[in-house]
């Protein structure tokens, strides 16, 4: 049956080309669709679970020092704590040494949110006590391996550079202007709001291996608390005078930042629906119309091949594999676009990835091209063309 799907395949190249083409611009397209969909939910994914059940999600603004753990055991309600540092060294500062801004974050928000890097990784950790890894901003004039010498009161550290980030990447923050919203956008800035906030000479590290250092922790940036237990009125209101010395610049409930962020998905896909409905009747359009034109060229094909002495399945079978063949063509064809697409400036704007929920949603469009087409077939086939002889 497969040489029957090849031969047939060679007798049509362009319609046949056409069809893998036709293929290929609707996978394209669906899986747009499902990038442009998914998207809005790429921000709120890394931190449902730090705003799961009942707590607070705070910003600390100035700076104060703090001890997690010391936090965590003054909050009622065994609160759960995951937040983000500066860093401050209290001895003397020798000249040769570069004044350098920390940000630092819990192990646990940066394996749930890794903010993506243009060169290197965030995920190494140093054998060394005396070796730090750190990240930075590309045009910080750092390169990877790049390493810079720091004091602490157990003598020099180096902190070696083992990722740079590009500059459009979000890093988790804080940001004002969005804090009218009220979701999860305003707690993810930018290269440019964080360098204002606090200067270019800024080194991002992770909790693990700030603690070589040794420094003083400061709360700053964005606090996410959950209460394993229940809290009464009182107690709730001990806990936000307890957190206000930290001087809390923003301050909302889990359970509306949850509320607030998922309304603003189910309307980001509720303006998408009217696109995703048109792209699916497109995408039914195109296939039937694929397929009928096949069916319709080859009543002549299948007639003889009846007429021979192959059965109705067996004829099916041919369909069969011609269109997992045409598929695996378009496969190729949209496997070379996504190679090319990062090489072409003319491609940029255009939103789509790959992953195994797009190939899942390819195969879908795929197995759906099949049915139709082994239904158009199978009828084609039952209406015996050949008993009229003008179709011979």
Not at 106 to 123: I, M, Q, R, V
Not at 354 to 365: C, K, M, N, T
Request: hydrophobic share 45%; with cysteine.
């Amino acid at each position: 049956m497969i040489r029957f799907g090849i031969r047939e395949l060679r007798k049509g190249v362009l319609i046949n080309f056409i069809v893998v083409l036709q293929t290929a611009i609707i996978l394209v397209i669906t899986c747009s669709i499902l990038s442009a969909a998914r998207s809005r939910y790429t921000y709120f994914a890394p931190i449902r679970n730090f705003i799961s059940g009942s707590g607070d999600t705070c910003y600390f603004s100035v700076g104060v020092p703090v001890v997690k753990a010391d936090l965590q055991n003054s909050l009622h309600g065994e609160a759960s704590v995951h937040m983000s540092y500066m860093l401050y060294y209290e001895g003397a500062v020798q000249r040769k040494y570069k004044i350098l801004n920390y940000i630092v974050y819990d192990d646990e928000l940066l394996n749930s949110y890794t903010p993506d890097t243009a060169e290197g990784s965030w995920k190494k950790e140093s054998d060394s006590p005396d070796t730090v890894y750190g990240v930075v901003y590309e045009g910080s004039g750092y390169q990877i391996n790049d390493t810079i010498e720091v004091p602490t009161a157990s003598g020099d550290k180096v902190i070696q550079i083992c990722g740079i980030m590009n500059k459009d990447t979000l890093v988790l923050g804080f940001d004002f202007q969005k804090a009218m919203n009220n979701d999860f956008r305003m707690l993810y800035v930018s290269q440019e709001k964080m360098f204002d906030h606090h200067g270019s000479d800024l080194i991002f590290l992770s909790a693990s291996e700030a603690s070589k250092l040794n420094y003083t922790y400061a709360a700053c940036g964005t606090a996410f608390i959950q209460y394993r237990k229940p809290i009464t009125a009182a107690e709730k209101a001990e806990n936000e005078q307890i957190l206000s010395f930290y001087r809390t610049g923003y301050q909302i409930e889990n359970a509306k930042l949850r509320k607030n962020s998922l309304r603003y998905i189910f309307e980001q896909l509720r303006t998408l629906s009217p696109v995703i409905i048109g792209a699916f009747i497109l995408l039914l359009i195109s296939l039937i119309c694929s397929a009928a034109v096949f069916a319709n060229r080859q009543r002549r094909t299948y007639a003889i091949y009846e007429m021979l002495g192959l059965t109705r399945a067996k004829c099916l079978r041919i369909t069969v594999w011609k269109s997992v063949m045409l598929s695996l063509c378009s496969f190729i064809l949209v496997g070379g676009f996504l190679f090319l697409k990062p090489h072409f400036s003319a491609f940029n704007y255009f939103m789509i990835e790959w992953s195994p929920l797009h190939i899942i949603a390819a195969i879908g469009v795929l197995l759906i091209n099949l049915l139709i087409s082994l239904g158009i077939t199978a009828f084609s086939v039952k209406s015996k063309p050949y008993a009229n002889s003008r179709n011979l």
